[in-house]
């Protein structure tokens, strides 16, 4: 079993971590983006079309996706209590995943699990 206690240290390293109010938008479905980003403290919801889908929470990871090909966000991210996020670009994620390969894994999985949740909910 993966913890997310390596996704939470790794996030908790990331310099400049981004505060968002409650109810905030993150981003939104179909907007571009360059950042994963990783839950430090707080929780968001992901919606789809408008109907929340799923909430995550503290070590969780969410819009991988724009760092493995997807062109552009495929949900929207809206704080559900205030949050403190942190974020990779590319660079920081490739450096992340050579220094703790266990982080490459939790990320797949994750981005996996989510992707099979948001397909039997469409």
Same mark, same amino acid.
């Given at each position: 079993?993966?913890? #997310?206690?390596? %996704?939470?240290?790794?996030?908790?390293?990331?310099?400049? #971590?981004?505060? &968002?109010?409650?109810?905030?938008?993150?981003?939104?479905?179909?907007?571009?983006? +360059?950042?994963?980003?990783? =839950?430090?403290?707080?929780?968001?919801?992901?919606?789809?079309? *408008?109907?929340?889908?799923? %909430?995550?929470? #503290?070590?969780?990871? &969410? *819009?991988?996706?724009?760092?493995?090909?997807?062109?552009? $966000? %495929?949900? %929207?991210? =809206?704080?559900?209590? +205030?949050?403190?996020?942190?974020?990779?670009?590319?660079? $920081? &994620?490739?450096?992340?995943?050579?220094?703790? #390969?266990? &982080?490459?894994?939790?990320?797949?999985?994750?981005?996996?699990? $989510?992707?099979?949740?948001?397909?039997?909910?469409?």
């Amino acid at each position: 079993m993966l913890s #997310p206690v390596i %996704t939470l240290s790794i996030f908790q390293k990331q310099p400049n #971590p981004q505060e &968002f109010a409650a109810g905030e938008v993150i981003f939104e479905e179909g907007q571009p983006g +360059d950042f994963m980003y990783g =839950i430090v403290e707080g929780q968001v919801d992901i919606s789809i079309n *408008g109907k929340i889908v799923e %909430t995550i929470e #503290p070590g969780d990871v &969410f *819009g991988t996706g724009v760092l493995v090909g997807v062109k552009k $966000r %495929t949900y %929207t991210a =809206i704080a559900k209590t +205030d949050c403190k996020l942190a974020f990779l670009d590319e660079k $920081r &994620f490739l450096f992340a995943v050579q220094e703790t #390969p266990m &982080f490459a894994l939790n990320v797949i999985k994750n981005y996996s699990e $989510r992707l099979s949740r948001l397909q039997h909910m469409v």
